[in-house]
């Protein structure tokens, strides 16, 4: 298998990942890279699940046979392994939600239903980025529409980053949150975090972190990053669908009102009124994701035992040797940043007049496995004038031998369109 110098052993972490050596469309090796909208899942973490279940299974907290005190343990293990793996100051200030989504909606209500200084209402300003995954922008316009809040964002430059021009302009002294995406799922670009939480800490604003296409793909340090909150899920970092992460500063969570009621999140209820339980519980209600926690911890120790400055380094390597191998390409045209620089791992792409969904099926029918449409990034693909994108995403497990036959496949699906 073809090799850059430092990349890793990918012969050998390939291994272990059952699914890469599947054959699809009669008898054609599969080349997974849509690893930006899931990773693929190595076998220690689907062994973990199958422990689980097979001798560990039952609902977690309050049950005091062996069965609930298992998976209690596996579960809370689980959230320390989560802290330290974004270096958090406390286990309480880590919160399992089923997804980013949900992580960012639980912040949006939090905000919503505040008391001062933290309510978000008429008189103030919500801050988002054009970039945003539509999941970090529904929750900040279904706010806005519910409070009156005015909604205002970064545009975006022609070489595809935050046009941060009028920063003082957009985050002003009525600015409650700024929430915005650490790397962009359908640019790849890397935003510049330190400016914008400088400025939101100037007028007192809070500052929300997507780090979806982040935490899989480098090491995050949420004390480093400064912000208030910051999202990721699992799925995306080799861990079970139905699984994600909230962080948030102890202090916030303790004042800031629950999104969800129900069962575990309460400390008294009666027929009149209820009293709720410390973070993290207070924002856990019911049954949580148990098994896929445990799947995550799994995860995370999968990838810390690999190095993340190693995956991160490795990915770097990647992306310039695609950049290199895309820009040969006739009448391809990326969308974003075009040096490995200044972006992450997953590189979208537009291949001449050929509609992208037409390029994700004819590569299909070769085995490769990429990413067509607007990656929930809608507003990115109106505001280049593009009806959709291609995208191409690497991981851990992605090799210069599969950029190759990425490249080999676009130049046949240029020969099949004529």
């Known amino acids: 298998m073809t090799q850059l110098p430092g990349l890793l052993d990918t012969e050998a972490i390939r291994k272990d990942f059952p699914v890469l050596d599947r054959l699809v469309h009669d008898g054609k090796k599969l080349v997974y890279l849509d690893n930006a909208a899931t990773s693929q899942k190595p076998r220690q973490v689907l062994d973990a699940l199958n422990e689980y279940y097979e001798r560990h299974n039952a609902n977690v907290h309050?049950?005091?046979h062996v069965l609930a005190e298992e998976a209690t343990a596996l579960y809370e293990g689980a959230r320390d392994k989560v802290a330290t793996f974004i270096n958090a100051p406390s286990r309480d200030e880590v919160i399992f939600t089923k997804n980013a989504s949900e992580s960012l909606n639980l912040v949006a209500n939090m905000l919503g239903w505040a008391d001062e200084p933290y309510r978000v209402d008429h008189e103030t300003e919500i801050v988002i980025t054009?970039?945003?995954?539509h999941s970090n922008i529904v929750p900040w316009q279904l706010l806005s529409q519910r409070t009156g809040a005015k909604l205002k964002?970064?545009?975006?430059?022609?070489?595809?980053?935050?046009?941060l021009s009028n920063i003082n302009e957009i985050i002003t002294e009525k600015t409650k949150i700024v929430s915005f995406v650490l790397?962009?799922?359908?640019?790849?670009?890397?935003?510049?975090?330190?400016?914008?939480i400088r400025r939101a800490q100037e007028v007192g604003a809070l500052v929300c972190i997507d780090a979806s296409q982040a935490a899989p793909h480098m090491?995050?340090?949420v004390q480093a990053l400064q912000a208030d909150f910051v999202a990721f899920t699992g799925?995306?970092?080799?861990?079970?669908?139905?699984?994600g992460i909230l962080w948030g500063r102890q202090e916030l969570l303790e004042d800031l009102p629950p999104f969800l009621g129900g069962g575990e999140m309460i400390e008294t209820v009666s027929m009149h009124s209820s009293t709720y339980a410390p973070a993290p519980h207070k924002f856990e209600a019911g049954t949580p994701p148990i098994a896929q926690a445990v799947g995550l911890g799994a995860a995370i120790d999968y990838l810390t035992s690999i190095g993340m400055e190693k995956i991160a380094a490795h990915e770097h390597a990647l992306t310039e040797y695609a950049v290199k191998r895309l820009s040969e390409v006739p009448d391809l045209r990326i969308i974003g940043p075009t040096t490995a620089e200044e972006r992450g791992a997953a590189i979208s792409f537009t291949l001449g007049d050929i509609h992208p969904h037409d390029v994700g099926q004819v590569l299909d029918e070769q085995g490769i496995a990429v990413r067509v449409g607007h990656h929930c990034a809608r507003p990115v693909?109106?505001?280049?004038?593009?009806?959709?994108?291609?995208?191409?995403?690497f991981?851990?497990?992605?090799?210069?031998?599969?950029?190759?036959?990425?490249?080999?496949?676009?130049d046949y699906v240029r020969n099949f369109f004529g």
Do not use: Q
């Open 62 to 64: 309050r049950g005091v």
């Open 130 to 133: 054009e970039m945003e995954h």
């Open 153 to 163: 964002w970064f545009g975006l430059t022609d070489d595809g980053r935050l046009d």
């Open 183 to 196: 790397v962009s799922n359908i640019l790849g670009t890397f935003n510049p975090v330190e400016a914008i």
């Open 219 to 221: 090491p995050l340090d």
């Open 235 to 243: 799925h995306k970092m080799c861990a079970p669908t139905g699984v």
């Open 381 to 393: 693909c109106l505001r280049y004038g593009i009806p959709a994108t291609t995208r191409a995403s």
């Open 395 to 410: 991981y851990l497990y992605s090799t210069p031998g599969e950029i190759d036959a990425l490249v080999e496949g676009l």
